[in-house]
């Protein structure tokens, strides 16, 4: 499978733990991005990179959240002292550098569910 | 605030039938458009992406439409198949940054 993996796909925790995700996006793309999804609602973005550097993190949603991608391949998300409120799909997605017309394609993983009881 | 709102939010057709779902939104510059679609459990795929300069851009039974000027889009898919039931999410980029805004979707039922 050739495709963006993600794991855990689900993930249970107790409020207060922390959790950590993992993304594995398509080997030749260079950027790599988070998003968050409600129940009901289209996904929000959280963070992207390009190769190992984080562009942009201003849209994180508190300072327990964080990600890394260390060498530029896989990237994981955490998010410490979960809430309740942290409940959600966390999905990724990779894409190539944009062309001259500024436009990619960018393919989405399957998503960790994150229930916290 | 850049915004994106998506109409209907929910809808029911019948397998065969035609519809037409709708975009509209606040984002300042624009970039692009895409229409995804989320089968329930699963990440978006993407289903067409249209820069300014593009009125239609069709992939199969799937026809996006994009009027820059009122700042419309709509997507249309015609001889519905029970495959389609899934939410059809629009997602405008902002020129000069990458951050999207995406609408809450558009949650397609096709019975038989």
């Known amino acids: 499978d050739t495709g963006v993996s993600q794991n855990p796909r689900h993930k249970i925790t107790k409020r207060g733990q922390n959790v950590t995700f993992r993304c594995d996006p398509i080997s030749e793309h260079n950027r790599l991005y988070w998003y968050r999804q409600t129940l009901g609602q289209g996904p929000e973005f959280l963070t992207y990179?390009?190769?190992?550097?984080?562009?942009?993190k201003s849209r994180l949603l508190s300072d327990r959240f964080s990600a890394e991608r260390p060498k530029g391949s896989f990237s994981t998300l955490e998010i410490q002292r979960t809430e309740q409120g942290d409940s959600a799909m966390y999905l990724c997605?990779?894409?190539?550098?944009?062309?001259?017309?500024?436009?990619?394609?960018?393919?989405f993983g399957p998503g960790t569910r994150l229930t916290v009881t | 605030k850049n915004q994106v709102e998506q109409s209907p939010q929910s809808l029911i057709i019948l397998e065969g039938k035609n519809c037409t779902l709708q975009c509209n939104y606040t984002v300042s510059p624009f970039s692009n458009l895409r229409w995804y679609k989320q089968d329930t459990g699963r990440g978006p795929v993407s289903l067409t992406i249209?820069?300014?300069?593009?009125n239609t851009k069709s992939n199969g039974r799937y026809t996006a439409t994009l009027d820059a000027d009122t700042k419309q889009s709509s997507l249309h898919i015609t001889a519905s198949q029970l495959s389609d039931s899934a939410s059809y999410i629009c997602v405008v980029s902002e020129g000069g940054s990458y951050i999207p805004t995406f609408g809450r979707g558009t949650s397609l039922i096709v019975h038989p």
């Open positions: 249209m820069t300014f300069s593009e």
């Open positions: 997605a990779s894409s190539l550098l944009p062309g001259t017309s500024g436009i990619y394609e960018q393919y």
């Open positions: 990179f390009q190769n190992e550097a984080q562009l942009e």
